[in-house]
Each structure stands twice: as C-alpha cells, then as structure tokens.
C-alpha cells in the first residue's frame, strides 16, 4: 500500500484526507488513507482512536456532525453500529467534506439495501472497497452523488447474472418503471 | 446486489461476535490465492480471495515483497477472464500492490487493451490504474489515449482521465500542460463534474502564469460554471486574484462582485466558500463584510450542525480582527451556548467573549459556568484563554472574572487546564494591580488542595515575591506552613524558600518566621533541612554574605542568570583541587544548537584547524583556547564574546575566506579561516589588507600572517585592533586577502620556487552594536526587570515605517540587538497587530540589560515600537536606544 500522495494546496483543490469506516468498538472495516499525514500503521491507528472516542458520546444519527482537532476537520456519522468518517485539513470547506460523507453513507446504504450495519458491510467488503474507490482517487473527489456511486460499484457486482451491466442505478430504475408501465398497460 | 461474502455457518449465526474474516490468516489466504492460475477461473472464487487479501491488507497487515509480487503475477492472469465484477476487483488490487517497475510492464499492454475498450466502465477504471502506476515512458505512449478521454463524452471517462492529469501534473508536468485544449473544451462540459475537475486541472497547470490565471477567472465568473464544486475552486481562485492585485487600493475590487452574488448560490458550499473568501480579504470594509456576515448568520440556526459549525468558525475568525462586524450575530451565537456539539459551543462563547462589551460580561459569565461543566479539557483551555484576554480588555470586570477563575479552579480538571487558570490568575495579578491581593488569596486556598507539585511550587515562588508587598503580608504565613507540614519534599523546600522572603522582606515577621524555619531543621529531607539552615544563618546575621542587606537578599532571592546547561558543563569539567570551584567563570553565553555546517557540494570543509568545523557548542572555548596561545594576544585579558563566522566570499570561488570578531574589552581580533580550493595553488604569506577608514575609533595593531595556505588545507591569519576601553565601537571594514601565489604540480606534488604576489577582494565586514551583547536568558523576565532600578529605565517610541509584517519588524530588532529573546516572545502570532517581546542580554563590561519591546502595526502596514530599557548601568539604557535610533 506504499502510494506517493500529494498533498495538494487549498487554493487548487479540495482534498481529503482519509476515509474511515469504523465499527462501533473503534475496529476497522473499511480505510482509506490519502495523505503522508499518518505514514506508519500505529499513526494511523492512533488518529483512528482519538477520532473514535472524540466523537463516541456525540449524537451523530440524524444528521452529519463535525469535530475538529489537531488540525483536522472531521464530519461523521453514525448509522447502527457503523461510524463513517470523512477528514479533511481545518483550513477545507466544511460542506464540501459533508457532501463527500453523504455521498459514502448514502451509497451505502443503497449498495446493502438500507442494511447499513457491520455484518453486511463486512458480508459485502467487495463493495464498501469499491465505493471508497469510486469517491475520492488519491485525495481528489472523484463523485458524490450516491446514486451514481452505487450505480458505478454495482455494474461491477459479482453476481454472474448481472441485470443492469452497464446502467447506473437511476437509469435502471427508470427501465423498471417503463417494465411496470407496460404491464400495467396490457 | 448484496451477495453474502461468504456461506452463512448457520451455527455461528446468533453468536453476537460472527464475523465474515473471523480467525483469517495471511498464509491461508495467499495459499487460497493460487486458484488465479487455474486453467477455469472461477470469477466469483477469485473476487472472494482478492476481497481476502484486500480486507488484509486494509486491516494493517503488509505483504512481503516476494508475497506481494507473487500475487502480483496470479492477479495478472485474471486479465483472461471476461467478468466485470472480477475485472473492478483486480483493477483495485493492482492499485493497492502498487507494483515495480518491472511488474507494471506486465500489466501496461492489458491495461492499455482496457482502455480501448467499448465498456466505459473498463476505461474508466483503467485509465486511473494505468495513471497510478506508469512511468514517463509508458505516459508518452498513452498520452494520445488520455487526450481524447478527457473530452470523451462519458462523463466517468473524461472524470478519470482529468484526475490522472491532476495527479501525472506532479511527476510529468511538460506531458501534461500538453493537453491545455482538451481541458479546457472540458470545461465547458455539461457533467458537473467534468466541470469541476477540468477546472481544477486547467488552474494547476496554469497557476504560475498570473495573466492567464486572470484571463480564466475574468472569463468564467461571467457565468458558464454550473457545478457547486467547480464554482468553489472559482471562488478560491477569484480570491487569489484580488489577493495579488492587492497593491491597487484606491477603487473597487477586481471580481468582488462575483463574490458576493455567489452569496445568492443555491448551494450551500458554494455560500459558505464565497462568504469565507470575502471575510479574509485583506484589509475588507465593513460595507463590504456585511453581506458575507448575513448569510452566515442565517448558518447559524440551521439544523444542520456542519452548517452552524462552518458559520461560526468564520465569524470567529472576523471577530478577531472585527469585532464590531459580528455583534449583530450575538444573539444567536448566545443560543449556541447549549449547542450539544461542543466544538460549535466552544467556537459560539468564544466569539462572543471577543465581542461582547462591557455590560454583558457578567451575564455571559453565568451562562459559561453552566457550560464549562460538560466540555472537555481541551476546550476549556480555549474558554479560559479568552477570559483571561477579556479580562486584560475589561480591567474593571476583574472582580466577576477573577471569581470564574477561582471556581473553576475548584473544580475537576487535568494539569493543562488548571495550568492555563493559574497562568491566566498570575497575568492578571501580573497586569491589574487591584486584582493582586484576591488572586492570591485564590491561589492561597487552591494550593491547599493542588495535586500538581509543579504548580503548588510555581504558586509558592509568586507567593514569596508578591505576598510580602502585600497590605497585610501575615495572613498568607499560615498558607505556606501549611505547605510545609502536609505536602511532599519539593513543595515543602518551596515553601521554606518563601517563608524565607517574608522573613528577610518583612522585618515585623522575622521572629515569627524564624520559630518556623527552626521546625524545619527536623524534616526528613535534606534540601528542605539545608534550606531552612542556610535561611536562619544567612538572615540571622550569623553568616555573612555581602556587605549591606541588599547583597544579602540578592544572594539569597536573586535570579540565576547562568544557563544551566553551561553550569552542568562547566562542573563536569572542574577537577577537584585546591582552587575552589569558581561560579564566574561558568560563561553566560547561550549556545546555539550544534549546526551542521552546511557544505556545497565540491567546497571543501575548513578542516580541523578551523573552528567552523567543530560544532558551535565547543567554538568559545576553543577560541579562548587558539587565541590565549598566541603571546601578542594574551594581555588583551578575557574574551567576551565571538561572533558566528561571516562568509567574506561566494561559495565556489577559488578562496573561501570567513571572519570570526572576537571582542575584548579593549580590543577587536578579526579570525580570518581562509582555504584555498585551487590544487595547483600554494599560497604563502596569507594576509588580509585592511582598510579600517570607516572604523574611526579601531586602530590596528598587530596582524599576524599565514605562513602557508596548501590546497584544501585551511589555515588562519589574525588581526588586531585596538579600540577605547569599554566603548561599543562599530564600523565597517573593506577587506583584500594578499599572499604570494606559486604552482603547484597536483600529480608530483612539487611546488617551483618563484611565486607571484597577488590579492583577492573580499567582501566588507561590519562590527555592530550586536558584537557586544551577549545572548544570555534570565529565567524569570518579570522577577528580572522588576528586580533592577526603575530609575535605569529609559523609554521611547519609534516609527519603522512600512515592513512586510509584524513578524518581520520584531525579528529585524532582534538582530540589530542581538539580545536573547524571553519566554518564546520572539514567536508572533498569525494575523495579530500587536506584539510585546522581551530581550535580555549582557553588555560588554558586564552590564546586565533588559529590554520590554511593544509593537504595534496599522492597516497598511506601519508598524510602530515602544522601547523600555532597564539595565545595572543607565548609561547603557541610553545606549540601546542610540542603538535603535541609529539602526
């Protein structure tokens, strides 16, 4: 996992910093990291500690919440016993990194059929690592919208019979109403 | 889609702990791995064992770089197999490997077919594994491929080629500026963000071209960008624009009305990012800050607690150097009090402490003793910081604020914490001379039940030199006995320490102190026993130290002026013998940290010979040592001071020649370290032609020549002025270096008999003010200052004009004084527009000085400076200033 990361500037990009997908004692599921801020494996189990109880009695459920430390600026949510993080340096715009982290929760939600919680989401690790690949490439954000995301990581699904090959998400759902429309037209 | 990674073990299923990886092993899984090179590959076997490997990998564990290429090769074979799914996961593999060199060339030709593809998906994917892994080599093979993706219709194509143009911009930036035109057609694309990530791209490879950055902004901000994400990087890049006009003052901004309508934009990044550029704008109005403060205002009581985040870390930021702008937002930030994310609580009382005035202090003090409760540590460091500056704004409010301080001080909290209130405590006592007597009487009942030795004794040192001045001194005896009896040997030696200086300061308590110190003989420490000893016979009268009551106490109380680290050196180094241990002769120069020298490449070190190349540490007392050995030297008496060695020549010239000025009290030694870097060259009879008409007062005296200069052998030529006894001189000095040149056969060795007299100009040399000031720490400024002659003190305001920043102006007084900065107050703080740093130093003829420095800059950038000197002799007060004045 040895990448070069480039750590670009505020003013030319936004960049992030890390993805975490955590459960709820702090264990991974699912890392990404996109900066030389943590090189060694211990650094970046020790930021994933200080993230993990900084924000562990935080109410994080209905709403993104946001913490910032050390230099970072941290949106988070929870959803079971799931805790998506999304860090970026405290000089980025806030609602840009919510939109990252909406854009991961959502399509995950979307790619475990709403059963957003760590034994699916380790059951489905194929696709947790796919959909982090799909949103940020090497720090840069590569899409946010969940529905294309999900619909980028599912063509991709396992299954041999795959229904939708080449069709996002959004694209196959209006193909099933045109099925139902026709049917009902009989 | 969510297909079960692995078969469900209907056993393990209520078990709360079941777990798809449980007990999952490395070796297992690269041995499971074989079943790539199967002739059948299983496309969903194979996607289950790199999901195993992946999760290993993901989970901490690392691979081998024989396990790691082994996988590497299998995983390639998989490129036979037609499965998309199995397809993405091999792709993500291959990034997570990041394969050699040698490795990629296996994988280039596939890729490459990939990224021809008819499946979108596939040359999506490909182009970002291809970009992550290639060299310059392969880049030029694919540039022709890359170009034509970036204006390829599918918006997932264009996206990955753009972002591997982001990325390949830092390795191969000549390729990339190549594809300036596709990039910029992207632009225009209707995908969101296509858009966005063209433009990043388009600005980085033209961002050192101010025009053509220009020329993009002036065209774009007319209103083609549709995306929220590209219009942000506009923003920043408007922003950066208006930065660099800056110089043009008079008239409107470039662009700010761009700014402000993106206040109006649907989307919320791109408001927030709009009114963030307009807050920091240098030098922004008020008229001008006003829309950015509305919107966020609104922010504010959003529902969306990144929303109030964001809004308030941006007003806070305008507070700091607007206040006035943000108080209309008062009223919401109060609510934001019992905001439950802390940080924006933090963010809210923080803000309004930097606004609010004078008559909602007290209100906004009730409401933050309900918060501090419920907060972390580390915020309320944040909370008691602004306190404390409020305080310092709001002097007559010390009475309720002083009173916060106490009861927090009360309450549960770690070291860091009650460390900031006591800090904040002692400012106050430090800055309000109301406040003295009730903030230690809080510190009085805080040290009877402190945990932290490090603060009881810190309490017990302020105690001793502020409690005797006090109105009624007796009342904190029973404070610090107290000490005595209950705490721990350090805290008690504290505690005997301060008894002491009641005892010597005020003469009622003596005989009351006295009956106390003597209970101290029986303490089973030593250091407190020999305290307490040393106290009752020094103010006893039964040992004498010095000759008036002033000496006494200076021995007893004063500061110790010598850097401990010198102290320690200079013990080791004594011998015992019959000559005691001599404190004076500890010097009292700090050290700089031994620098590696820093050596071009190709210019040869000064070697041994030369006191540059040693570390620094040693430098003076090899100085003392070289220079006492030369017999003409030797009456000059004791070295007071060496400069750091000045370059007197550009590095790669034939000679490389740095001084070093040694000051006595009556005399200027100039060491000249010369090294010839010419092998063809011997020089002889080495010396360096002065020309002192600009040094009136130095008269030379003696110089003593090099005999020879061999190739890359350095040596040194001295020489001596005479100057009046005492006196600062200064003046600048032009150099020659004259020598008598012969040949040298670098192969044989031999050198002819005939040489050439010949001279090299070198650079002029200064002796400044600074030559004569030792850098020498005190270890408690205020004890220090406060502890010489008020009537030494000598003050004036000076004017620096226009400098680059505050920062900037109080490092350039620090060199021209060359005096050691206190306290870490050298460090200015980003954006603060004002300053106070305080020097010390040591003149020569041993004049202790103390220099308090304030610092003020206005809007374009005329900084202003108050000058407070005190120091053992007046006349050298006036002379710091001459110093100033003249610099």
């Keep these: ?186 | 889609m969510a297909q079960p990674m692995l078969k469900k073990d209907d056993d393990r299923d209520d078990e709360v702990d079941y777990h798809p990886f449980f007990g999952i092993e490395k070796g297992a899984v690269l041995q499971e791995a074989r079943v790539f090179n199967d002739p059948q590959i299983d496309p969903r076997r194979c996607s289950q064992v790199i999901t195993k490997v992946l999760y290993i990998l993901n989970q901490g564990d690392t691979l081998t770089q024989i396990e790691g290429t082994e996988v590497f090769f299998s995983v390639t074979k998989l490129f036979q197999s037609k499965d998309p799914g199995l397809r993405r996961m091999m792709y993500l593999m291959i990034k997570e490997l990041s394969p050699s060199a040698g490795e990629v060339i296996m994988v280039t030709s596939s890729l490459m077919k990939d990224m021809n593809s008819k499946t979108d998906m596939y040359r999506a994917n490909a182009i970002r594994v291809l970009s992550r892994i290639i060299d310059g080599t392969i880049l030029a093979q694919i540039e022709r491929y890359l170009k034509q993706a970036i204006v390829d219709k599918n918006p997932v194509v264009a996206s990955a080629a753009l972002v591997s143009g982001i990325h390949l911009l830092q390795t191969s930036p000549e390729v990339v500026k190549r594809w300036s035109n596709e990039v910029q057609e992207a632009v225009q694309s209707r995908a969101s963000l296509v858009q966005f990530h063209a433009l990043a791209l388009l600005y980085q490879i033209r961002q050192h071209d101010r025009l053509a950055v220009t020329k993009l902004v002036t065209s774009l901000t007319k209103g083609s960008v549709r995306s929220p994400l590209a219009q942000c990087l506009l923003i920043r890049y408007a922003s950066q624009v208006i930065r660099e006009s800056g110089a043009n003052q008079a008239g409107e901004r470039p662009h700010f009305d761009y700014l402000e309508s993106c206040l109006r934009h649907k989307a919320e990044m791109v408001i927030l990012e709009a009114a963030r550029a307009i807050t920091e704008l240098s030098g922004v109005t008020s008229r001008e800050l006003t829309p950015a403060i509305t919107v966020l205002q609104l922010f504010l009581s959003s529902s969306k607690p990144v929303l109030r985040f964001a809004a308030v870390r941006t007003l806070n930021k305008v507070a700091m150097t607007h206040p006035l702008a943000v108080t209309n937002c008062n009223i919401d930030m109060e609510s934001l009090i019992s905001d439950s994310n802390r940080s924006i609580a933090t963010l809210a009382i923080t803000t309004l402490l930097k606004t609010g005035n004078e008559s909602s202090v007290d209100r906004l003090m009730k409401q933050i003793t309900n918060f501090m409760a419920d907060i972390a540590d580390e915020f309320k460091i944040v909370v008691v910081d602004a306190i404390r500056s409020l305080c310092l704004k709001f002097p007559l409010k010390y009475r309720s604020l002083m009173n916060f301080l106490s009861n927090i001080l009360r309450e549960e909290g770690g070291f860091e914490y009650k460390k900031a209130i006591v800090d904040s405590i002692v400012t106050l006592i430090r800055d309000i001379p109301e406040a003295k007597e009730i903030g230690l009487f809080h510190l009085c009942e805080f040290i009877e039940d402190c945990e932290f030795t490090y603060l009881s004794t810190q309490i017990l040192h302020l105690m001793g030199n502020e409690g005797p001045r006090t109105s009624d001194p007796s009342k904190y005896i029973r404070y610090v006995y107290n000490r005595v009896i209950l705490e721990n040997a350090t805290v008690r030696a504290a505690a005997v320490s301060t008894l002491a200086k009641f005892g010597a300061l005020v003469d009622s308590l003596k005989p009351r102190i006295f009956v106390l110190l003597r209970r101290c003989l029986f303490d089973s420490d030593d250091e407190v026993r020999d305290r307490a000893t040393l106290y009752l016979k020094v103010l006893g009268g039964e040992a004498v130290v010095g000759e008036t009551e002033k000496e006494t106490n200076e021995f007893l109380f004063g500061s110790f002026d010598i850097p401990l680290v010198n102290l320690e050196a200079s013990l080791k180094n004594y011998e015992p013998s019959e000559t005691p241990f001599d404190i004076s002769s500890v010097p009292r120069e700090v050290r700089s940290q031994p620098l590696a020298e820093k050596k071009a490449a190709g210019k040869k070190p000064t070697g041994p010979a030369g006191p540059t190349s040693g570390p620094v540490v040693s430098a003076i007392d090899a100085y003392e040592k070289s220079l006492s050995s030369i017999p003409e030297f030797a009456a000059f008496g004791k070295l007071f001071k060496s400069s750091a060695p000045v370059e007197l020549t550009e590095a790669e010239t034939e000679y490389a020649v740095s001084v070093v000025k040694h000051i006595y009290d009556g005399h200027v030694i100039l060491q000249f370290n010369c090294s010839n870097t010419i092998p063809e060259q011997l020089l002889e009879n080495v010396t360096v032609l002065i020309d002192a008409s600009e040094a009136e007062d130095f008269a030379e005296v003696y110089t003593k020549p090099l005999r020879s200069l061999p190739y890359d052998s350095p040596g040194q030529t001295f020489v001596a002025f005479e100057k009046p006894d005492g006196v600062p001189a200064v003046g600048k000095f032009s150099n020659i270096l004259k020598f008598i040149v012969k040949e040298v056969d670098p192969a044989s060795g031999e050198v002819e008999e005939d040489g050439v007299e010949d001279e090299y100009q070198l650079e002029e040399l200064e002796v400044t003010y600074a030559d004569y000031m030792l850098k020498v720490p005190v270890s408690n400024f205020r004890n220090a200052w406060e502890g010489m002659d008020p009537e030494s003190e000598r003050v004036d305001e000076y004017g620096l004009g226009a400098r680059e920043s505050l920062a900037e102006a109080v490092n350039a007084v620090i060199s021209i004084l060359g005096m050691h900065p206190c306290e870490g107050t050298e460090v200015v703080a980003n954006n603060s527009r004002s300053h106070t740093c305080l020097l010390s130093g040591v003149f020569i003829g041993n004049v202790k000085v103390l220099v308090r420095l304030s610092f003020g800059i206005s809007g374009p950038k005329e900084v202003a400076m108050k000058l407070a000197v005190r120091s053992d002799d007046p006349d050298v007060s006036d002379r710091i200033h001459e110093i100033v004045a003249s610099g």
Excluded at chain 1, 12 to 39: F, H, M
Aim: proline share 2%; hydrophobic share 40%; glycine share 4%.
């Design chain 1, 1 to 186: 996992m040895g990448h070069e990361f480039r750590d670009y500037s505020r003013e030319s990009c936004p960049t992030v910093k890390n993805i975490l997908l955590l459960d709820s004692e702090g264990k991974r599921v699912a890392v990404k990291y996109y900066s030389d801020d943590w090189q060694a494996h211990a650094a970046k189990l020790a930021f994933e500690k200080s993230v993990f109880t900084k924000t562990l009695k935080t109410n994080a459920r209905s709403e993104a919440e946001i913490t910032m430390f050390d230099g970072y600026i941290v949106v988070y949510k929870f959803i079971h016993d799931l805790h998506f993080f999304v860090t970026a340096g405290d000089d980025e715009n806030e609602l840009i990194l919510a939109s990252v982290l909406q854009g991961f929760t959502e399509s995950v939600a979307l790619l475990l059929r709403n059963d957003v919680e760590k034994r699916t989401a380790l059951e489905n690790l194929d696709l947790i690592l796919l959909c982090i690949d799909e949103i940020v490439d090497g720090g840069i954000i590569l899409e946010t919208d969940p529905n294309n995301i999900a619909g980028k990581v599912a063509t991709n699904a396992v299954d041999g019979a795959v229904p939708f090959s080449e069709q996002t998400i959004s694209q196959a759902l209006a193909t099933a109403r045109e099925h139902l429309a026709r049917s009902l037209l009989k």
